[in-house]
Structure formats: structure tokens, C-alpha cells
């Protein structure tokens, strides 16, 4: 058969339409001229935005700090000629040591009671099917719209029936109650990331049920771990409430009840409060710095799920 013959026989009778084209779908043609547009956005309409936003978060953390190292009674915009003497009149006599002190006692043992607990409660809600799951989880969800402030007369009841009134503990106690609920639900959507197929394997090679978790499934919630017990750490330290009212005499007061007194009724020391709030900032922003990578991670993996 010749070449010609091959052509009129494949040929379109006369008059037919040609073939249709294949529709055009969302191909990389498309991809790339989406790529296209964004790049053609001007520089100036993403900078501006984000410069402003700098401007109103920084210049406040900037002032504080203006007036914690400048010298009393100096009114330049420049930290120079820098001072420590506000740093160590509240370290010293106004005996911020000892309230950083039971800061962090108090933020320890938050982060590490509101973790184990929240933990346990959290794999109960990922794992198990109980009657009234749904209506715990509710209940759960509920008890954020509750503000702590309703709960401080009965709290403080049941603390001075427990002697607990002027302890470290009472604050530990009321701290981890309220930072539970959000924590369970946070862990347990976590946990419903990892397949149960895992923990399956791991009972069918010998291992309990306690031991496939801390084997498998543990290392997998480092992420939600440090979310929560971050979370967790610095809700305890920055909360004002529940020391000042549980907490009466000063050997006892943290952090925040310390710059409270630092505000007199007929003036107020600028230099001792700021320096007082950037000893009271510093702990958190290095905290953050460290586990930034984690608490990222951790709270993406937790709004996949649950």
C-alpha cells in the first residue's frame, strides 16, 4: 500500500469536522501562569503591610525596653548611656528574684502535670469508644467559655478547707484544672494522626498496651507535646489572677503580681516596671526561640484531625 493511498484513506470525508481538541483542564499550563501572576505583584504591596505590622508589634517591646536601660529622669530616644540600675533595684529590693523564682516553680510543674494528664486523657479520647464520649467532649469544649473569674469563690473555699490558702500548690492545682480541656482535645487530635495499625503491630510482636505506646506512639507526639506543654508553661506564667488571690504574703507572689506592686496609687517607677517586664518577657521569647520548629509542627499536625 503507498504512502499516498495511506492518507486518502485516513483522510476526513468531505465536509466532516475535524476531531475536537481535548478539553484544557488544570494542567501546568495553568500552574505556571498562576506562578505568573504572583510573581508580577508589585514588592511594595507585600513589604508595606508586613513593615506595619513590625512598627505596632516592635516599637512597644522597643520603648520597654528604652525605659528599663536609659537612667532615670533621661528623656532621649537612644539606650545610651545604658544602666542596670533599674534591673537590680526590682532583682533586690523589690525582690523579683524570689518571685522569678516561684514563676517558674509554678510554670515546672504546670507544664509537667498538665502533659502527663492531658496525655492519658487524650488516648482514652482517640482510642476507646465509651457510652458518653460525645457528651465529655462537649463538656470539654464548654468549660472554655467559662472565665476563671466566676470560680474564684469556691475555689478559694475548697483551697482554705484544704489549707492550701498562701501555697504554691493551690495556684499548681487551678493552673492545671483549667489548662486540661483545651490540652485533652489538642492530644487527642494528635493521636488520631497516628495510625492505630502501628500500635496493632506492635501487640502482635508481644508488646502490652503501655508499652506500644511509649515505644510507637510517644515519640510520634513530640511535636503536640511541646505545643501543649508550651501552651501549658506560659499560661501559668504570665496568669494573674489565681497568685494574686490565692497567694497573700510576698515570698510567695510570682511574676506578674510583682509588677503589679511596682504601680503605685500616686505614681508609678517607669524604669523598675519596665525592667520588671522584661525580666518577666525574656524566659518566654527564649523559650519560643528554642521549640519555634516544634510548636509550628506540632499545632499543624493537631488541626489535621479530631
Known amino acids: 500500500m503507498t504512502a499516498a493511498a495511506t492518507r486518502t484513506r485516513t483522510a476526513p470525508a468531505d465536509g466532516a469536522a475535524p476531531p475536537a481538541a481535548p478539553p484544557e483542564g488544570p494542567g501546568p499550563t495553568a500552574a505556571r501562569k498562576r506562578h505568573r501572576a504572583w510573581d508580577e505583584v508589585p514588592r511594595w504591596q507585600i513589604y508595606l503591610p508586613l513593615g506595619v505590622y513590625l512598627v505596632f508589634t516592635l516599637v512597644p517591646f522597643y520603648w520597654i525596653l528604652l525605659f528599663a536601660v536609659r537612667p532615670a529622669g533621661s528623656t532621649s530616644l537612644l539606650p545610651w548611656p ?7 533595684k526590682v532583682w533586690t529590693e523589690r525582690s523579683f528574684g524570689v518571685f522569678f523564682q516561684n514563676s517558674l516553680l509554678i510554670g515546672i510543674a504546670v507544664l509537667v502535670s498538665t502533659t502527663v494528664v492531658a496525655l492519658a486523657g487524650g488516648y482514652a479520647l482517640a482510642r476507646f469508644d465509651f457510652r458518653i ?119 510567695k507572689q510570682t511574676i506578674p503580681v510583682g509588677l503589679n506592686t511596682l504601680m503605685g496609687a500616686d505614681s508609678v517607677d517607669l524604669g523598675a516596671l519596665a525592667a520588671g517586664g522584661v525580666i518577666a518577657a525574656v524566659p518566654v521569647v527564649i523559650v519560643f526561640a528554642f521549640i519555634q520548629k516544634w510548636l509550628v509542627t506540632g499545632f499543624s499536625a493537631g488541626a489535621v484531625k479530631g
Open 82 to 88: 545604658m544602666t542596670t540600675a533599674h534591673f537590680e
Open 133 to 251: 464520649k460525645k457528651g465529655f467532649m462537649l463538656a470539654l469544649l464548654c468549660s472554655q467559655f467559662v472565665p476563671g473569674a466566676l470560680l474564684l469563690v469556691p475555689l478559694f473555699q475548697i483551697f482554705a478547707e484544704l489549707r492550701m490558702i498562701n501555697s504554691l500548690g493551690s495556684v499548681i492545682i487551678a493552673e492545671t484544672v483549667f489548662q486540661l480541656p483545651l490540652s485533652m482535645i489538642l492530644i487527642s487530635g494528635f493521636i488520631r494522626n497516628v495510625p492505630p495499625s502501628l500500635e496493632e503491630a506492635a501487640w502482635v510482636d508481644g508488646c502490652s498496651r503501655f508499652t506500644a505506646f511509649r515505644i510507637v506512639v510517644l515519640p510520634l507526639l513530640r511535636p503536640g507535646l511541646v505545643a501543649v506543654g508550651s501552651f501549658a508553661f506560659v499560661h501559668a506564667w504570665n496568669h494573674f489572677l489565681f497568685a494574686l488571690m490565692f497567694l497573700s504574703s510576698q515570698s
